[in-house]
């Protein structure tokens, strides 16, 4: 994707170099950070498990999601979540979960997924507002790097070919198929689309519903938060924005598995992508 | 480069990836107490209260309509000092409860309920946000702390208004509440020594017979049961140091996020 198209061949193929210095470390120290941001966010979260709809978690009406305890058999307790009303049995993942040795503990999202381990409000607040920080001036850097370098422009945005091989690129994807050759130098256009929604539009929507929960920055423009709904709605949006991250995360790398991973994940390491041409040492 | 050589290295590098991942997520429960991770994870306070200060120093808090109050406000931590002299004010109707304004003060002053009262007021309908997670919205009205300040005239080297409370945070009557603000929050039209709630006194599971309001910050800032105003120059000679109850058990001071 990088401008620079010095080529080394190689038996079969050749390699390139696919991506620019300023994205391969944005990407790894966004990877870092998004990780650390999801499980120090779902171990604050555990302070208190329910979310709401509206500007406060008092309006009346019940939470639209809550993680809790409840009475089982026998007087056992057990985990339960409960969704827009309906409530179902969650034990050993969501409400009670064994902790590290491997005792039942009551406690929303388990002790695998949270930062720090224990339930530790002021320790995750440190870590989340630490890293949310090593994430926007990142995100920053990329988003100027790659309006600046014109790759949003030349390799994310959809070209008007893209747009109409749509249908052929679902087909593809749904048959695991991916281009060769000289097609495999630019991002299909289901690609491109999944990297616009996650950089212009969930990213930004993470970072302002996280804004939107705090009381001072809710008081730059009162009222704002109520583009989302109200603070406890902005709540609601942030987790489920980041659960939509951890979603294309995982369609993100089953993609990459599918396509080549090691080809892919060497050409965001150290930025050479193989591209093959069937003819040893061929120069197509 | 043999095939075998780099299926090998191919193998090396997806385990060491997955010990390198098995190892942070035991690592950042040690980090945490470790004594010096936190300081560089804490180093971002600051960074946050600047760019609170840059965006919004004057900015006031959203205020709301009596159609979005909650049904009934939710009291949190004490809900009743358990103190003697708690309860013998509460018996009495806080008729000997005395508010100390004093410290870095030219005048240092006490004012009994009635006089508190009669200080220049606010009402406002605002939304408490708690470090948990949940908010509730409800109506104060409340002495403006800004009118108290102006009364005791604090001494130019008085940087922060230490807010001294009536109930023990420990099972044996020990560790009263406090809380610290500084001069810009004291000052803010909005905060406010509140002693009504939705139009009623306040109860005491919310804070009789007065809590602070500091609308921009966190519900634990909010202070209930205040006794005491003390000016001071620094809170670092005070308890743990750090400002504030739960600040000394590491919650952040600044409390806008
Ligand atoms: C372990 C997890 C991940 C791995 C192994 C991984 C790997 C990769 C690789 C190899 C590419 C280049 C694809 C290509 O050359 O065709 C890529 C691109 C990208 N990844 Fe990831 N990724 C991971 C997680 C994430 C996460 C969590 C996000 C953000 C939510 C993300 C966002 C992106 C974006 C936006 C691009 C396109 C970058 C650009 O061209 O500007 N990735 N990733």
């Known amino acids: 994707m990088a401008a620079d198209e010095t080529r080394t061949e190689v038996p079969g193929g050749y390699l390139y170099r696919r991506h620019s210095l300023a994205v391969r470390i944005t990407h790894w120290i966004n990877v870092a950070a998004m990780t650390i941001l999801l499980m120090s966010g779902l171990a604050i979260f555990n302070a208190h498990p329910a979310l709401y709809w509206g500007k406060s978690s008092y309006t009346g009406r019940p939470p639209v999601l809550s993680i809790g305890l409840a009475e089982g058999p026998d007087d056992s307790v057990i985990g339960v979540t409960t969704i827009a009303g309906r409530t179902i049995e969650t034990t050993g993942v969501l409400g009670v979960s064994n902790d590290r040795k491997g005792e039942p503990s009551a406690r929303a999202f388990p002790w695998w997924i949270t930062i720090p381990d224990d339930l530790w409000l002021s320790m995750s607040r440190s870590w989340h507002f630490f890293f949310a920080w090593v994430f926007v001036l990142n995100g920053l850097i990329y988003l100027v790097h790659g309006l600046a370098s014109r790759h949003f422009a030349r390799d994310i945005a959809p070209t008007g070919g893209d747009l109409r091989g749509i249908g052929a690129s679902i087909r593809d994807h749904l048959l695991l198929r991916h281009p060769r050759g000289e097609a495999s130098k630019r991002y299909n256009v289901l690609q491109k689309f999944a990297y616009l929604a996650i950089v212009f539009v969930v990213l930004p929507l993470v970072v302002l519903t996280g804004l939107g929960m705090s009381p001072w920055m809710n008081a730059v423009w009162p009222g704002w938060v109520d583009l989302f709904g109200g603070r406890q709605s902005a709540r609601t949006i942030h987790f489920v924005c980041a659960w939509l991250l951890v979603l294309f995360a995982f369609v993100h790398v089953f993609q990459l598995v599918v396509a080549g991973a090691w080809n892919h994940v060497r050409s965001m390491v150290t930025g050479r992508y193989r591209v093959d041409t069937g003819s040893a040492g061929g120069t197509s | ?257």
């Not at chain 2, 103190?83 to 008729?95: E, Q």
């Not at chain 2, 004012?111 to 908010?135: K, M, N």
């Open chain 2, 1 to 257: 480069m043999k095939l075998g050589d780099r299926r090998k290295r191919r193998r090396f590098l997806a385990r060491a990836f997955g010990a390198l991942a098995a190892a942070s997520l035991a690592g950042c429960q040690k980090l945490s107490t470790s004594s010096w991770f936190p300081k560089v994870l804490d180093s971002a306070e600051p960074l946050n209260e600047a760019m609170a200060k840059l965006v919004g120093r004057r900015a006031m808090a959203q205020e709301f309509t009596p159609a979005d109050l909650s049904p009934s406000f939710r009291s949190n931590g004490t809900a009743m000092p358990d103190t003697d002299a708690y309860r013998a004010l509460l018996a009495a109707g806080f008729d000997q409860w005395r508010l100390v304004v004093d410290g870095l003060v030219a005048k240092p002053l006490s004012y009994s309920l009635d006089e508190l009262r009669a200080l220049p007021s606010r009402t406002q309908i605002t939304r408490h946000d708690c470090v948990e997670g949940w908010s509730a919205i409800g109506k104060w009205r409340g002495a403006r702390l800004s009118a108290i300040l102006a009364q005791a005239a604090p001494k130019p080297n008085a940087r922060y208004v230490v807010v001294h409370c009536a109930d023990p945070m420990e099972e044996d009557g020990t560790g009263l509440y406090y809380e610290s603000i500084d001069l810009d929050d004291a000052n803010h039209e909005q905060t406010i020594l509140a002693y009504d709630l939705n139009d009623a006194p306040l109860p005491v599971a919310n804070g009789a017979p007065a809590r602070l309001r500091v609308e921009r910050q966190l519900g634990y800032k909010h202070a209930k049961y205040v006794m005491r105003l003390e000016l001071v120059e620094s809170f670092a000679a005070l308890r743990g140091g750090r400002g504030g109850y739960w600040e000394d058990q590491g919650y952040q001071w600044y409390a806008g996020i």
